[in-house]
């Protein structure tokens, strides 16, 4: 293969202005860029822009693909929702069951209950519409896997341990996340057990955002007036139908592949110290669907290495 590049003319693929083969970045953030020579249009390229690049935690057993697997509880809530608090309490009891170490959880406030909702996100809208639940609370299990208004511990565990792979999951993640006040950085390293294609996104989740007017709230329970893990916003370019990010590509067993993100903060009341990234590896199930097969949590300043299943 011939390097072209001195032939090439690149441009900002969604202003289409010309920028030229030796761009220089002056602020963070995603870019996406494209190439012609002549009328040959190369694909569209991605780069992400850090300040600085999270350390993403060396792996100490390359050889191992027994991934522990967590799925993902989304909870579609809000505060005008008087059913909401006696559903969170079902999962601060779940927290405390063995079945924590299988998943991890979104709060989605971005339907008709969230309106002056001080977990509200545009993200929310989204993923609120994507789901498009037909009563609030409402939980669904990864993007497909199950839904239900319950307020049952048992049935939550049931239907968590029914869809969790106990031998490992098809991929693992490794990741680190930083910020500073505009942008929340990510960088992450998927390796495939099964051999297949894979999506990755990232979303930028907030802990512990004060609602003093949660409707159905028992003033002895705090966790009633603080949303933890209510989604914030999501990486690139997404829609409602399109939640789960871009295609990695296809991952032999035991390969990897290193992803970066630079999600924006798009609000002054957010609390940046607040935050953490969850990382949504998917795959596509029997019926053609972008299905999650892992998920990996990690506060900012912090970082997690590959989880494997304990034996």
């Given at each position: ?299 900012v300043g912090e970082s997690k290495p590959y989880e494997y299943?304990?034996?």
């Amino acid at each position: 293969e011939n390097d072209v590049t001195a032939d090439a003319t690149i441009f900002n693929a969604l202003t289409m202005e010309e920028v030229g083969v030796e761009y220089v970045a002056t602020e963070t953030g995603d870019f996406t860029f494209v190439a012609s020579i002549g009328e040959e249009i190369s694909n569209i390229v991605d780069v992400t822009v850090f300040d600085s690049i999270p350390v993403i935690p060396a792996d100490t057993d390359p050889s191992n693909l027994a991934f522990n697997h967590r799925g993902m509880f989304v909870f579609h809530g809000g505060v005008s929702d008087g059913y909401s608090p006696s559903a969170m309490t079902v999962f601060q009891e779940l927290a405390n069951t063995e079945a924590s170490k299988h998943y991890n959880l979104v709060q989605v406030h971005g339907g008709e209950y969230a309106h002056n909702d001080p977990a509200h996100s545009e993200a929310a809208v989204v993923v609120d519409q994507f789901y498009d639940p037909t009563y609030f609370p409402n939980v669904y299990l990864n993007f497909y896997d199950g839904q239900a208004s319950q307020r049952n511990v048992q049935y939550y565990k049931n239907l968590l341990m029914n869809n969790i792979k106990e031998d490992g999951a098809d991929a693992g993640v490794a990741m680190a996340v930083d910020a500073t006040s505009s942008h929340v950085f990510c960088a992450a390293q998927v390796k495939a057990n099964v051999a297949q294609e894979y999506k990755a996104v990232a979303w930028l989740l907030e802990s512990d955002i004060y609602s003093p007017n949660q409707a159905g709230a028992n003033k002895d329970c705090y966790y009633h007036y603080y949303y933890d893990f209510a989604l914030r916003n999501i990486s690139g370019e997404y829609s409602k139908y399109n939640v789960s990010g871009k295609s990695i590509g296809f991952l032999s067993s035991a390969e990897t592949k290193t992803i970066s993100y630079a999600i924006p903060v798009l609000s002054d009341s957010w609390n940046v110290a607040n935050m953490g990234v969850l990382v949504i590896v998917s795959a596509r199930d029997a019926e053609g669907r972008w299905e999650v097969v892992n998920t990996a949590y990690c506060k900012v300043g912090e970082s997690k290495p590959y989880e494997y299943v304990e034996l």
